[in-house]
């Protein structure tokens, strides 16, 4: 329906007893003609991957920054109320399933893109220079050796590999922790660099919790919007009441009385501190 076309014609999976291509691309040839598809051989299973390379003939000019879409408990609950609100009549009223699956995507996508915004993010200027071409080739051996046992019932060979990843699993874990460690030694602020780290490793991102609910003459509000237009209003109706403002004043009075005394001490000699010695034994002791 589509002209849509299977391109990988080679197999897939492969293991001592059969072959088959069960993974696979579908995509117009008519309109893509200059592609390139090739199988990438790995061990972490018996399929293998597949990379299609398309050549298209437009000038690309690199950003620097990523974009992701802005997605939290606002946005969601943002995105939610959005869509309590929407009728679907036009799903509803179509008699033809594709105009109602295309009427629905339409609508849902109308909302989704909106409540959840493009945002642009600056790139982590820490590049994983552990890697080394060493490394590379070494992974790259690897792989080679896991082609050769996987077709093959030689337990000589077998073990050889094992041995072989587990010497490369160190050789990657050392290269990781010295790159850490010369980042932690440039750096001006080192516990703060290894907390940046630590949270790197562990996958930790910073989170605010949003206020859920709120409480207005007996309504409980719950839509981030309504919360947000509730405490607009409320800060745009209050006034500074006298009272506040003779606190204001009063406050304005000790501060420069402070100053003036700060001031007025200027130029007199204040006792020197003393410190007096103690010895290891006393602080144990204490």
């Known amino acids: ?26 995509m117009d040839i008519s309109r893509l003609e200059d592609f390139l598809i090739t199988p990438f051989l790995n061990n972490l299973s018996d399929h293998d991957a597949q990379i299609l390379t398309i050549n298209i003939p437009i000038q690309i000019h690199p950003d620097k920054r990523k974009f992701i879409r802005k997605i939290d408990k606002h946005t969601t609950l943002d995105f939610i109320y959005n869509l309590s609100n929407e009728t679907w009549d036009s799903v509803f009223d179509a008699t033809d399933v594709n105009l109602m699956f295309n009427s629905f995507l339409n609508t849902y996508l109308r909302i989704f893109y909106p409540c959840f915004p493009l945002i642009g993010i600056k790139s982590s200027k820490h590049t994983n220079n552990s890697i080394t071409l060493g490394i590379r080739t070494s ?17 000589a060979l077998k073990q050889c590999y094992k041995v072989y990843c ?31 780290i630590i949270n790197e490793l562990l996958g930790k991102q910073q989170s605010m919790q949003g ?30 009441s006298v009272s506040n403002s003779d606190k204001l004043d009063n406050m ?3 501060n420069l009385s402070i100053y003036s005394n700060c001031e007025q001490g200027k130029g007199t ?8 010695s103690f010895s290891t034994k006393e602080i144990t002791d204490n």
């Open 166 to 196: 587990k010497i490369l699993t160190k050789i990657i874990t050392d290269a990781k922790r010295m790159t850490l460690n010369k980042r932690i030694f440039k750096s001006n602020n080192k516990t703060k660099t290894t907390w940046n």
């Open 211 to 240: 206020m859920q609910k709120l409480i207005i003459d007996g309504t409980q509000l719950t839509n981030q919007q309504d919360i947000a237009n509730a405490f607009n209003k409320y800060f745009s109706s209050v006034n500074i």
């Open 1 to 26: 329906m589509y002209n849509l076309t299977a391109i990988v014609n080679f197999p897939t999976r492969i293991n001592n007893t059969s072959a088959s291509a069960i993974d696979n691309f579908f």
């Open 252 to 254: 304005k009075h000790n």
């Open 269 to 276: 000699s204040a006792p020197p501190l003393v410190f007096k």
């Open 139 to 155: 992974c790259k051996k690897k792989r080679e050796l896991f082609l050769l046992t996987r077709n093959s019932n030689n337990a």
